[in-house]
């Protein structure tokens, strides 16, 4: 509940409010205000009258939302899996990355030191469950940190608002004496039961328990899936400019790959502000690759664009994208192939210039040449393209094709003569006609069939023509003719 960095006494009592319909309410309240007696939904004059001394603040919504979005990619910097736990908490799945901080009381530690450098204060918690963790975080020690054994010791004292229940929910058992959570665990099961069947999870005291419990499974729903390849750098102190670390990031993620046989073909480079910023830099291949030197090169010019802040002090190199790669022997002396391979030039070339600026021709279901070929960006090309039967087709096609001027023609064969750019040609060989009828599912009603040849005419040049349409076909006039492409 700080603002600009600015956190009040941990031992001042501060609120936040929101209007209600008989006044403002209280929205937040911090670990002073709440045992000075300030409960969530109580109107603030019935708080002052309870705590004299209470410090009031207006509470931003929209902006508190933005900031704990942010907050929460942040948070990354400790586990790869982070969520916002309503709106004003964060649920981080630390499985597997305490390790890399000593243990989780120097998580915890870490993440207190990180926070107050932001002007936060935190209520920390690990617990087995998302619900042990929310409930001990809101309502337990400042730090708990709770074993899969202790959880239903740690859960028995601490009131009935940390199983995550509506108001109405938290009434009926404060009503009927059920105060703690221990004291609804010991209620038998069957009561509950009956009494809660038809109430929905919110309002469900036994699914709720159940969940706390580890009974019941809650994992967390990142937005975004946990990357399996990851290499990050801490640094000690915070800095300004990340392109010394990259090599060594991409070493490291490759020496990953290597391991697990496979090459990647997305990289997300994320350095992490001490002012709770993060910036993110995308890469892309055209193939898979675990080469660190190529993937270095990928980040250059890039990484000039970040705004630094105050200084980075983690850095974090992700392959968002990894396919199966082998290794395979190029050359009889065992060597790497030196020659430069199209695939790094459009990597190299995709990262300078952007991804839409180098493209490459994909082939599409369709036996109307123009659509049978569109351009793509080239990092794209790997999987795309449509199955086409191979015929015959120019190296160049015209678009649009352009119209010629008969001068003589067969009867259900080519022009003798034809005038194409200001020129006159003569036919001296053909072959066709492939007529390729109008789509019907795509084209407007009324358009007309084409027949193409391959000609040549008395200088020996090759060209690909068409006639659109019939004599008397109903589709429009006489035929015209069009020239669609040259053949090499």
């Known amino acids: 509940m700080a603002r600009n960095g600015d956190a009040p006494p941990d031992d001042v009592a501060v609120i936040l409010t929101t209007e209600g319909p008989h006044g403002p309410v209280i929205h937040a309240a911090n670990r002073a205000a709440r045992l000075a007696g300030a409960m969530i939904g109580a109107r603030v004059v019935d708080a002052r009258a309870v705590c004299a001394d209470l410090r009031v603040e ?66 920390l918690a690990v617990a087995p469950t998302w619900g042990a963790a929310w409930a001990l975080a809101r309502h337990g020690p400042v730090r708990a940190i709770c074993a899969e054994e202790g959880i239903a010791p740690a859960l028995a004292p601490l009131p009935v608002d940390g199983l995550r229940l509506k108001g109405d929910t938290l009434l009926l058992l404060r009503r009927l004496g059920l105060k703690t959570i221990g004291a609804i665990a010991q209620v038998p099961r069957l009561s509950l039961t009956r009494r809660f069947a038809r109430a929905d999870l919110a309002a469900n005291p036994l699914m709720r328990l159940d969940q706390a ?118 050359r009889l002396d065992g060597k790497a192939e030196e020659d430069l391979h199209l695939p790094r030039l459009i990597d190299r070339l ?20 123009e659509r049978a070929e569109i351009r793509i960006p080239a990092l794209h090309m790997h999987g795309a393209g449509a199955e086409a039967t191979p015929r015959e087709r120019p190296v160049r096609l015209l678009h649009p094709p352009e119209e010629v001027r008969v001068l003589y023609a067969v009867p259900e064969g080519p022009p003798v003569q034809f005038i194409w750019r200001r020129q006159t040609h003569r036919v001296a060989r053909y072959a066709g006609p492939e007529r390729i009828a109008p789509e019907w599912w795509r084209d ?28 008397d076909d109903g589709r429009g006039g006489d035929p015209r003719w069009f020239v669609h492409g040259m053949f090499a």
């Open 350 to 369: 995709s990262a300078r210039f952007g991804a839409q600026a180098v493209q490459s021709p994909a082939l599409r279901a369709s036996h109307v040449p």
């Open 58 to 123: 207006y509470a931003d919504l929209a902006g508190d939302a933005a900031a704990l979005r942010r907050l929460m990619l942040w948070a990354r910097r400790w586990c790869p899996w982070s969520v916002v736990d309503g709106a004003d908490g964060l649920i981080l799945e630390t499985t597997g990355a305490d390790h890399l901080f000593g243990g989780e009381a120097a998580m915890l530690t870490d993440m207190e030191t990180c926070l107050s450098g932001l002007g936060l204060g935190a209520q």
């Open 213 to 330: 419990m580890g009974h019941l499974a809650e994992p967390v729903a990142s937005r975004d899936a946990a990357p399996r390849i990851i290499a990050r750098t801490r640094l000690p102190e915070p800095i300004q400019d990340p392109t010394a670390y990259v090599p060594d990031l991409c070493r490291d993620l490759c020496h990953q790959l290597a391991r697990q046989g496979l090459g990647c073909r997305r990289l997300h480079l994320t350095v992490y502000r001490t002012d709770g910023e993060i910036s993110r830099i995308e890469a892309a291949t055209a193939a898979p690759t675990r080469d660190a030197d190529h993937l270095h090169r990928l980040f250059e010019g890039k990484l000039e664009r970040i705004n630094p802040g105050f200084g980075f002090d983690l850095i974090t190199l992700e392959a968002g994208v990894v396919e199966a790669l082998e290794l395979t022997q190029t």
């Open 444 to 471: 407007r009603p009324g358009t007309r069939l084409r027949d193409y040849f391959k000609v040549e005419d008395q200088s020996g040049k090759r060209l690909w023509i068409y006639r659109e349409g019939l004599h």
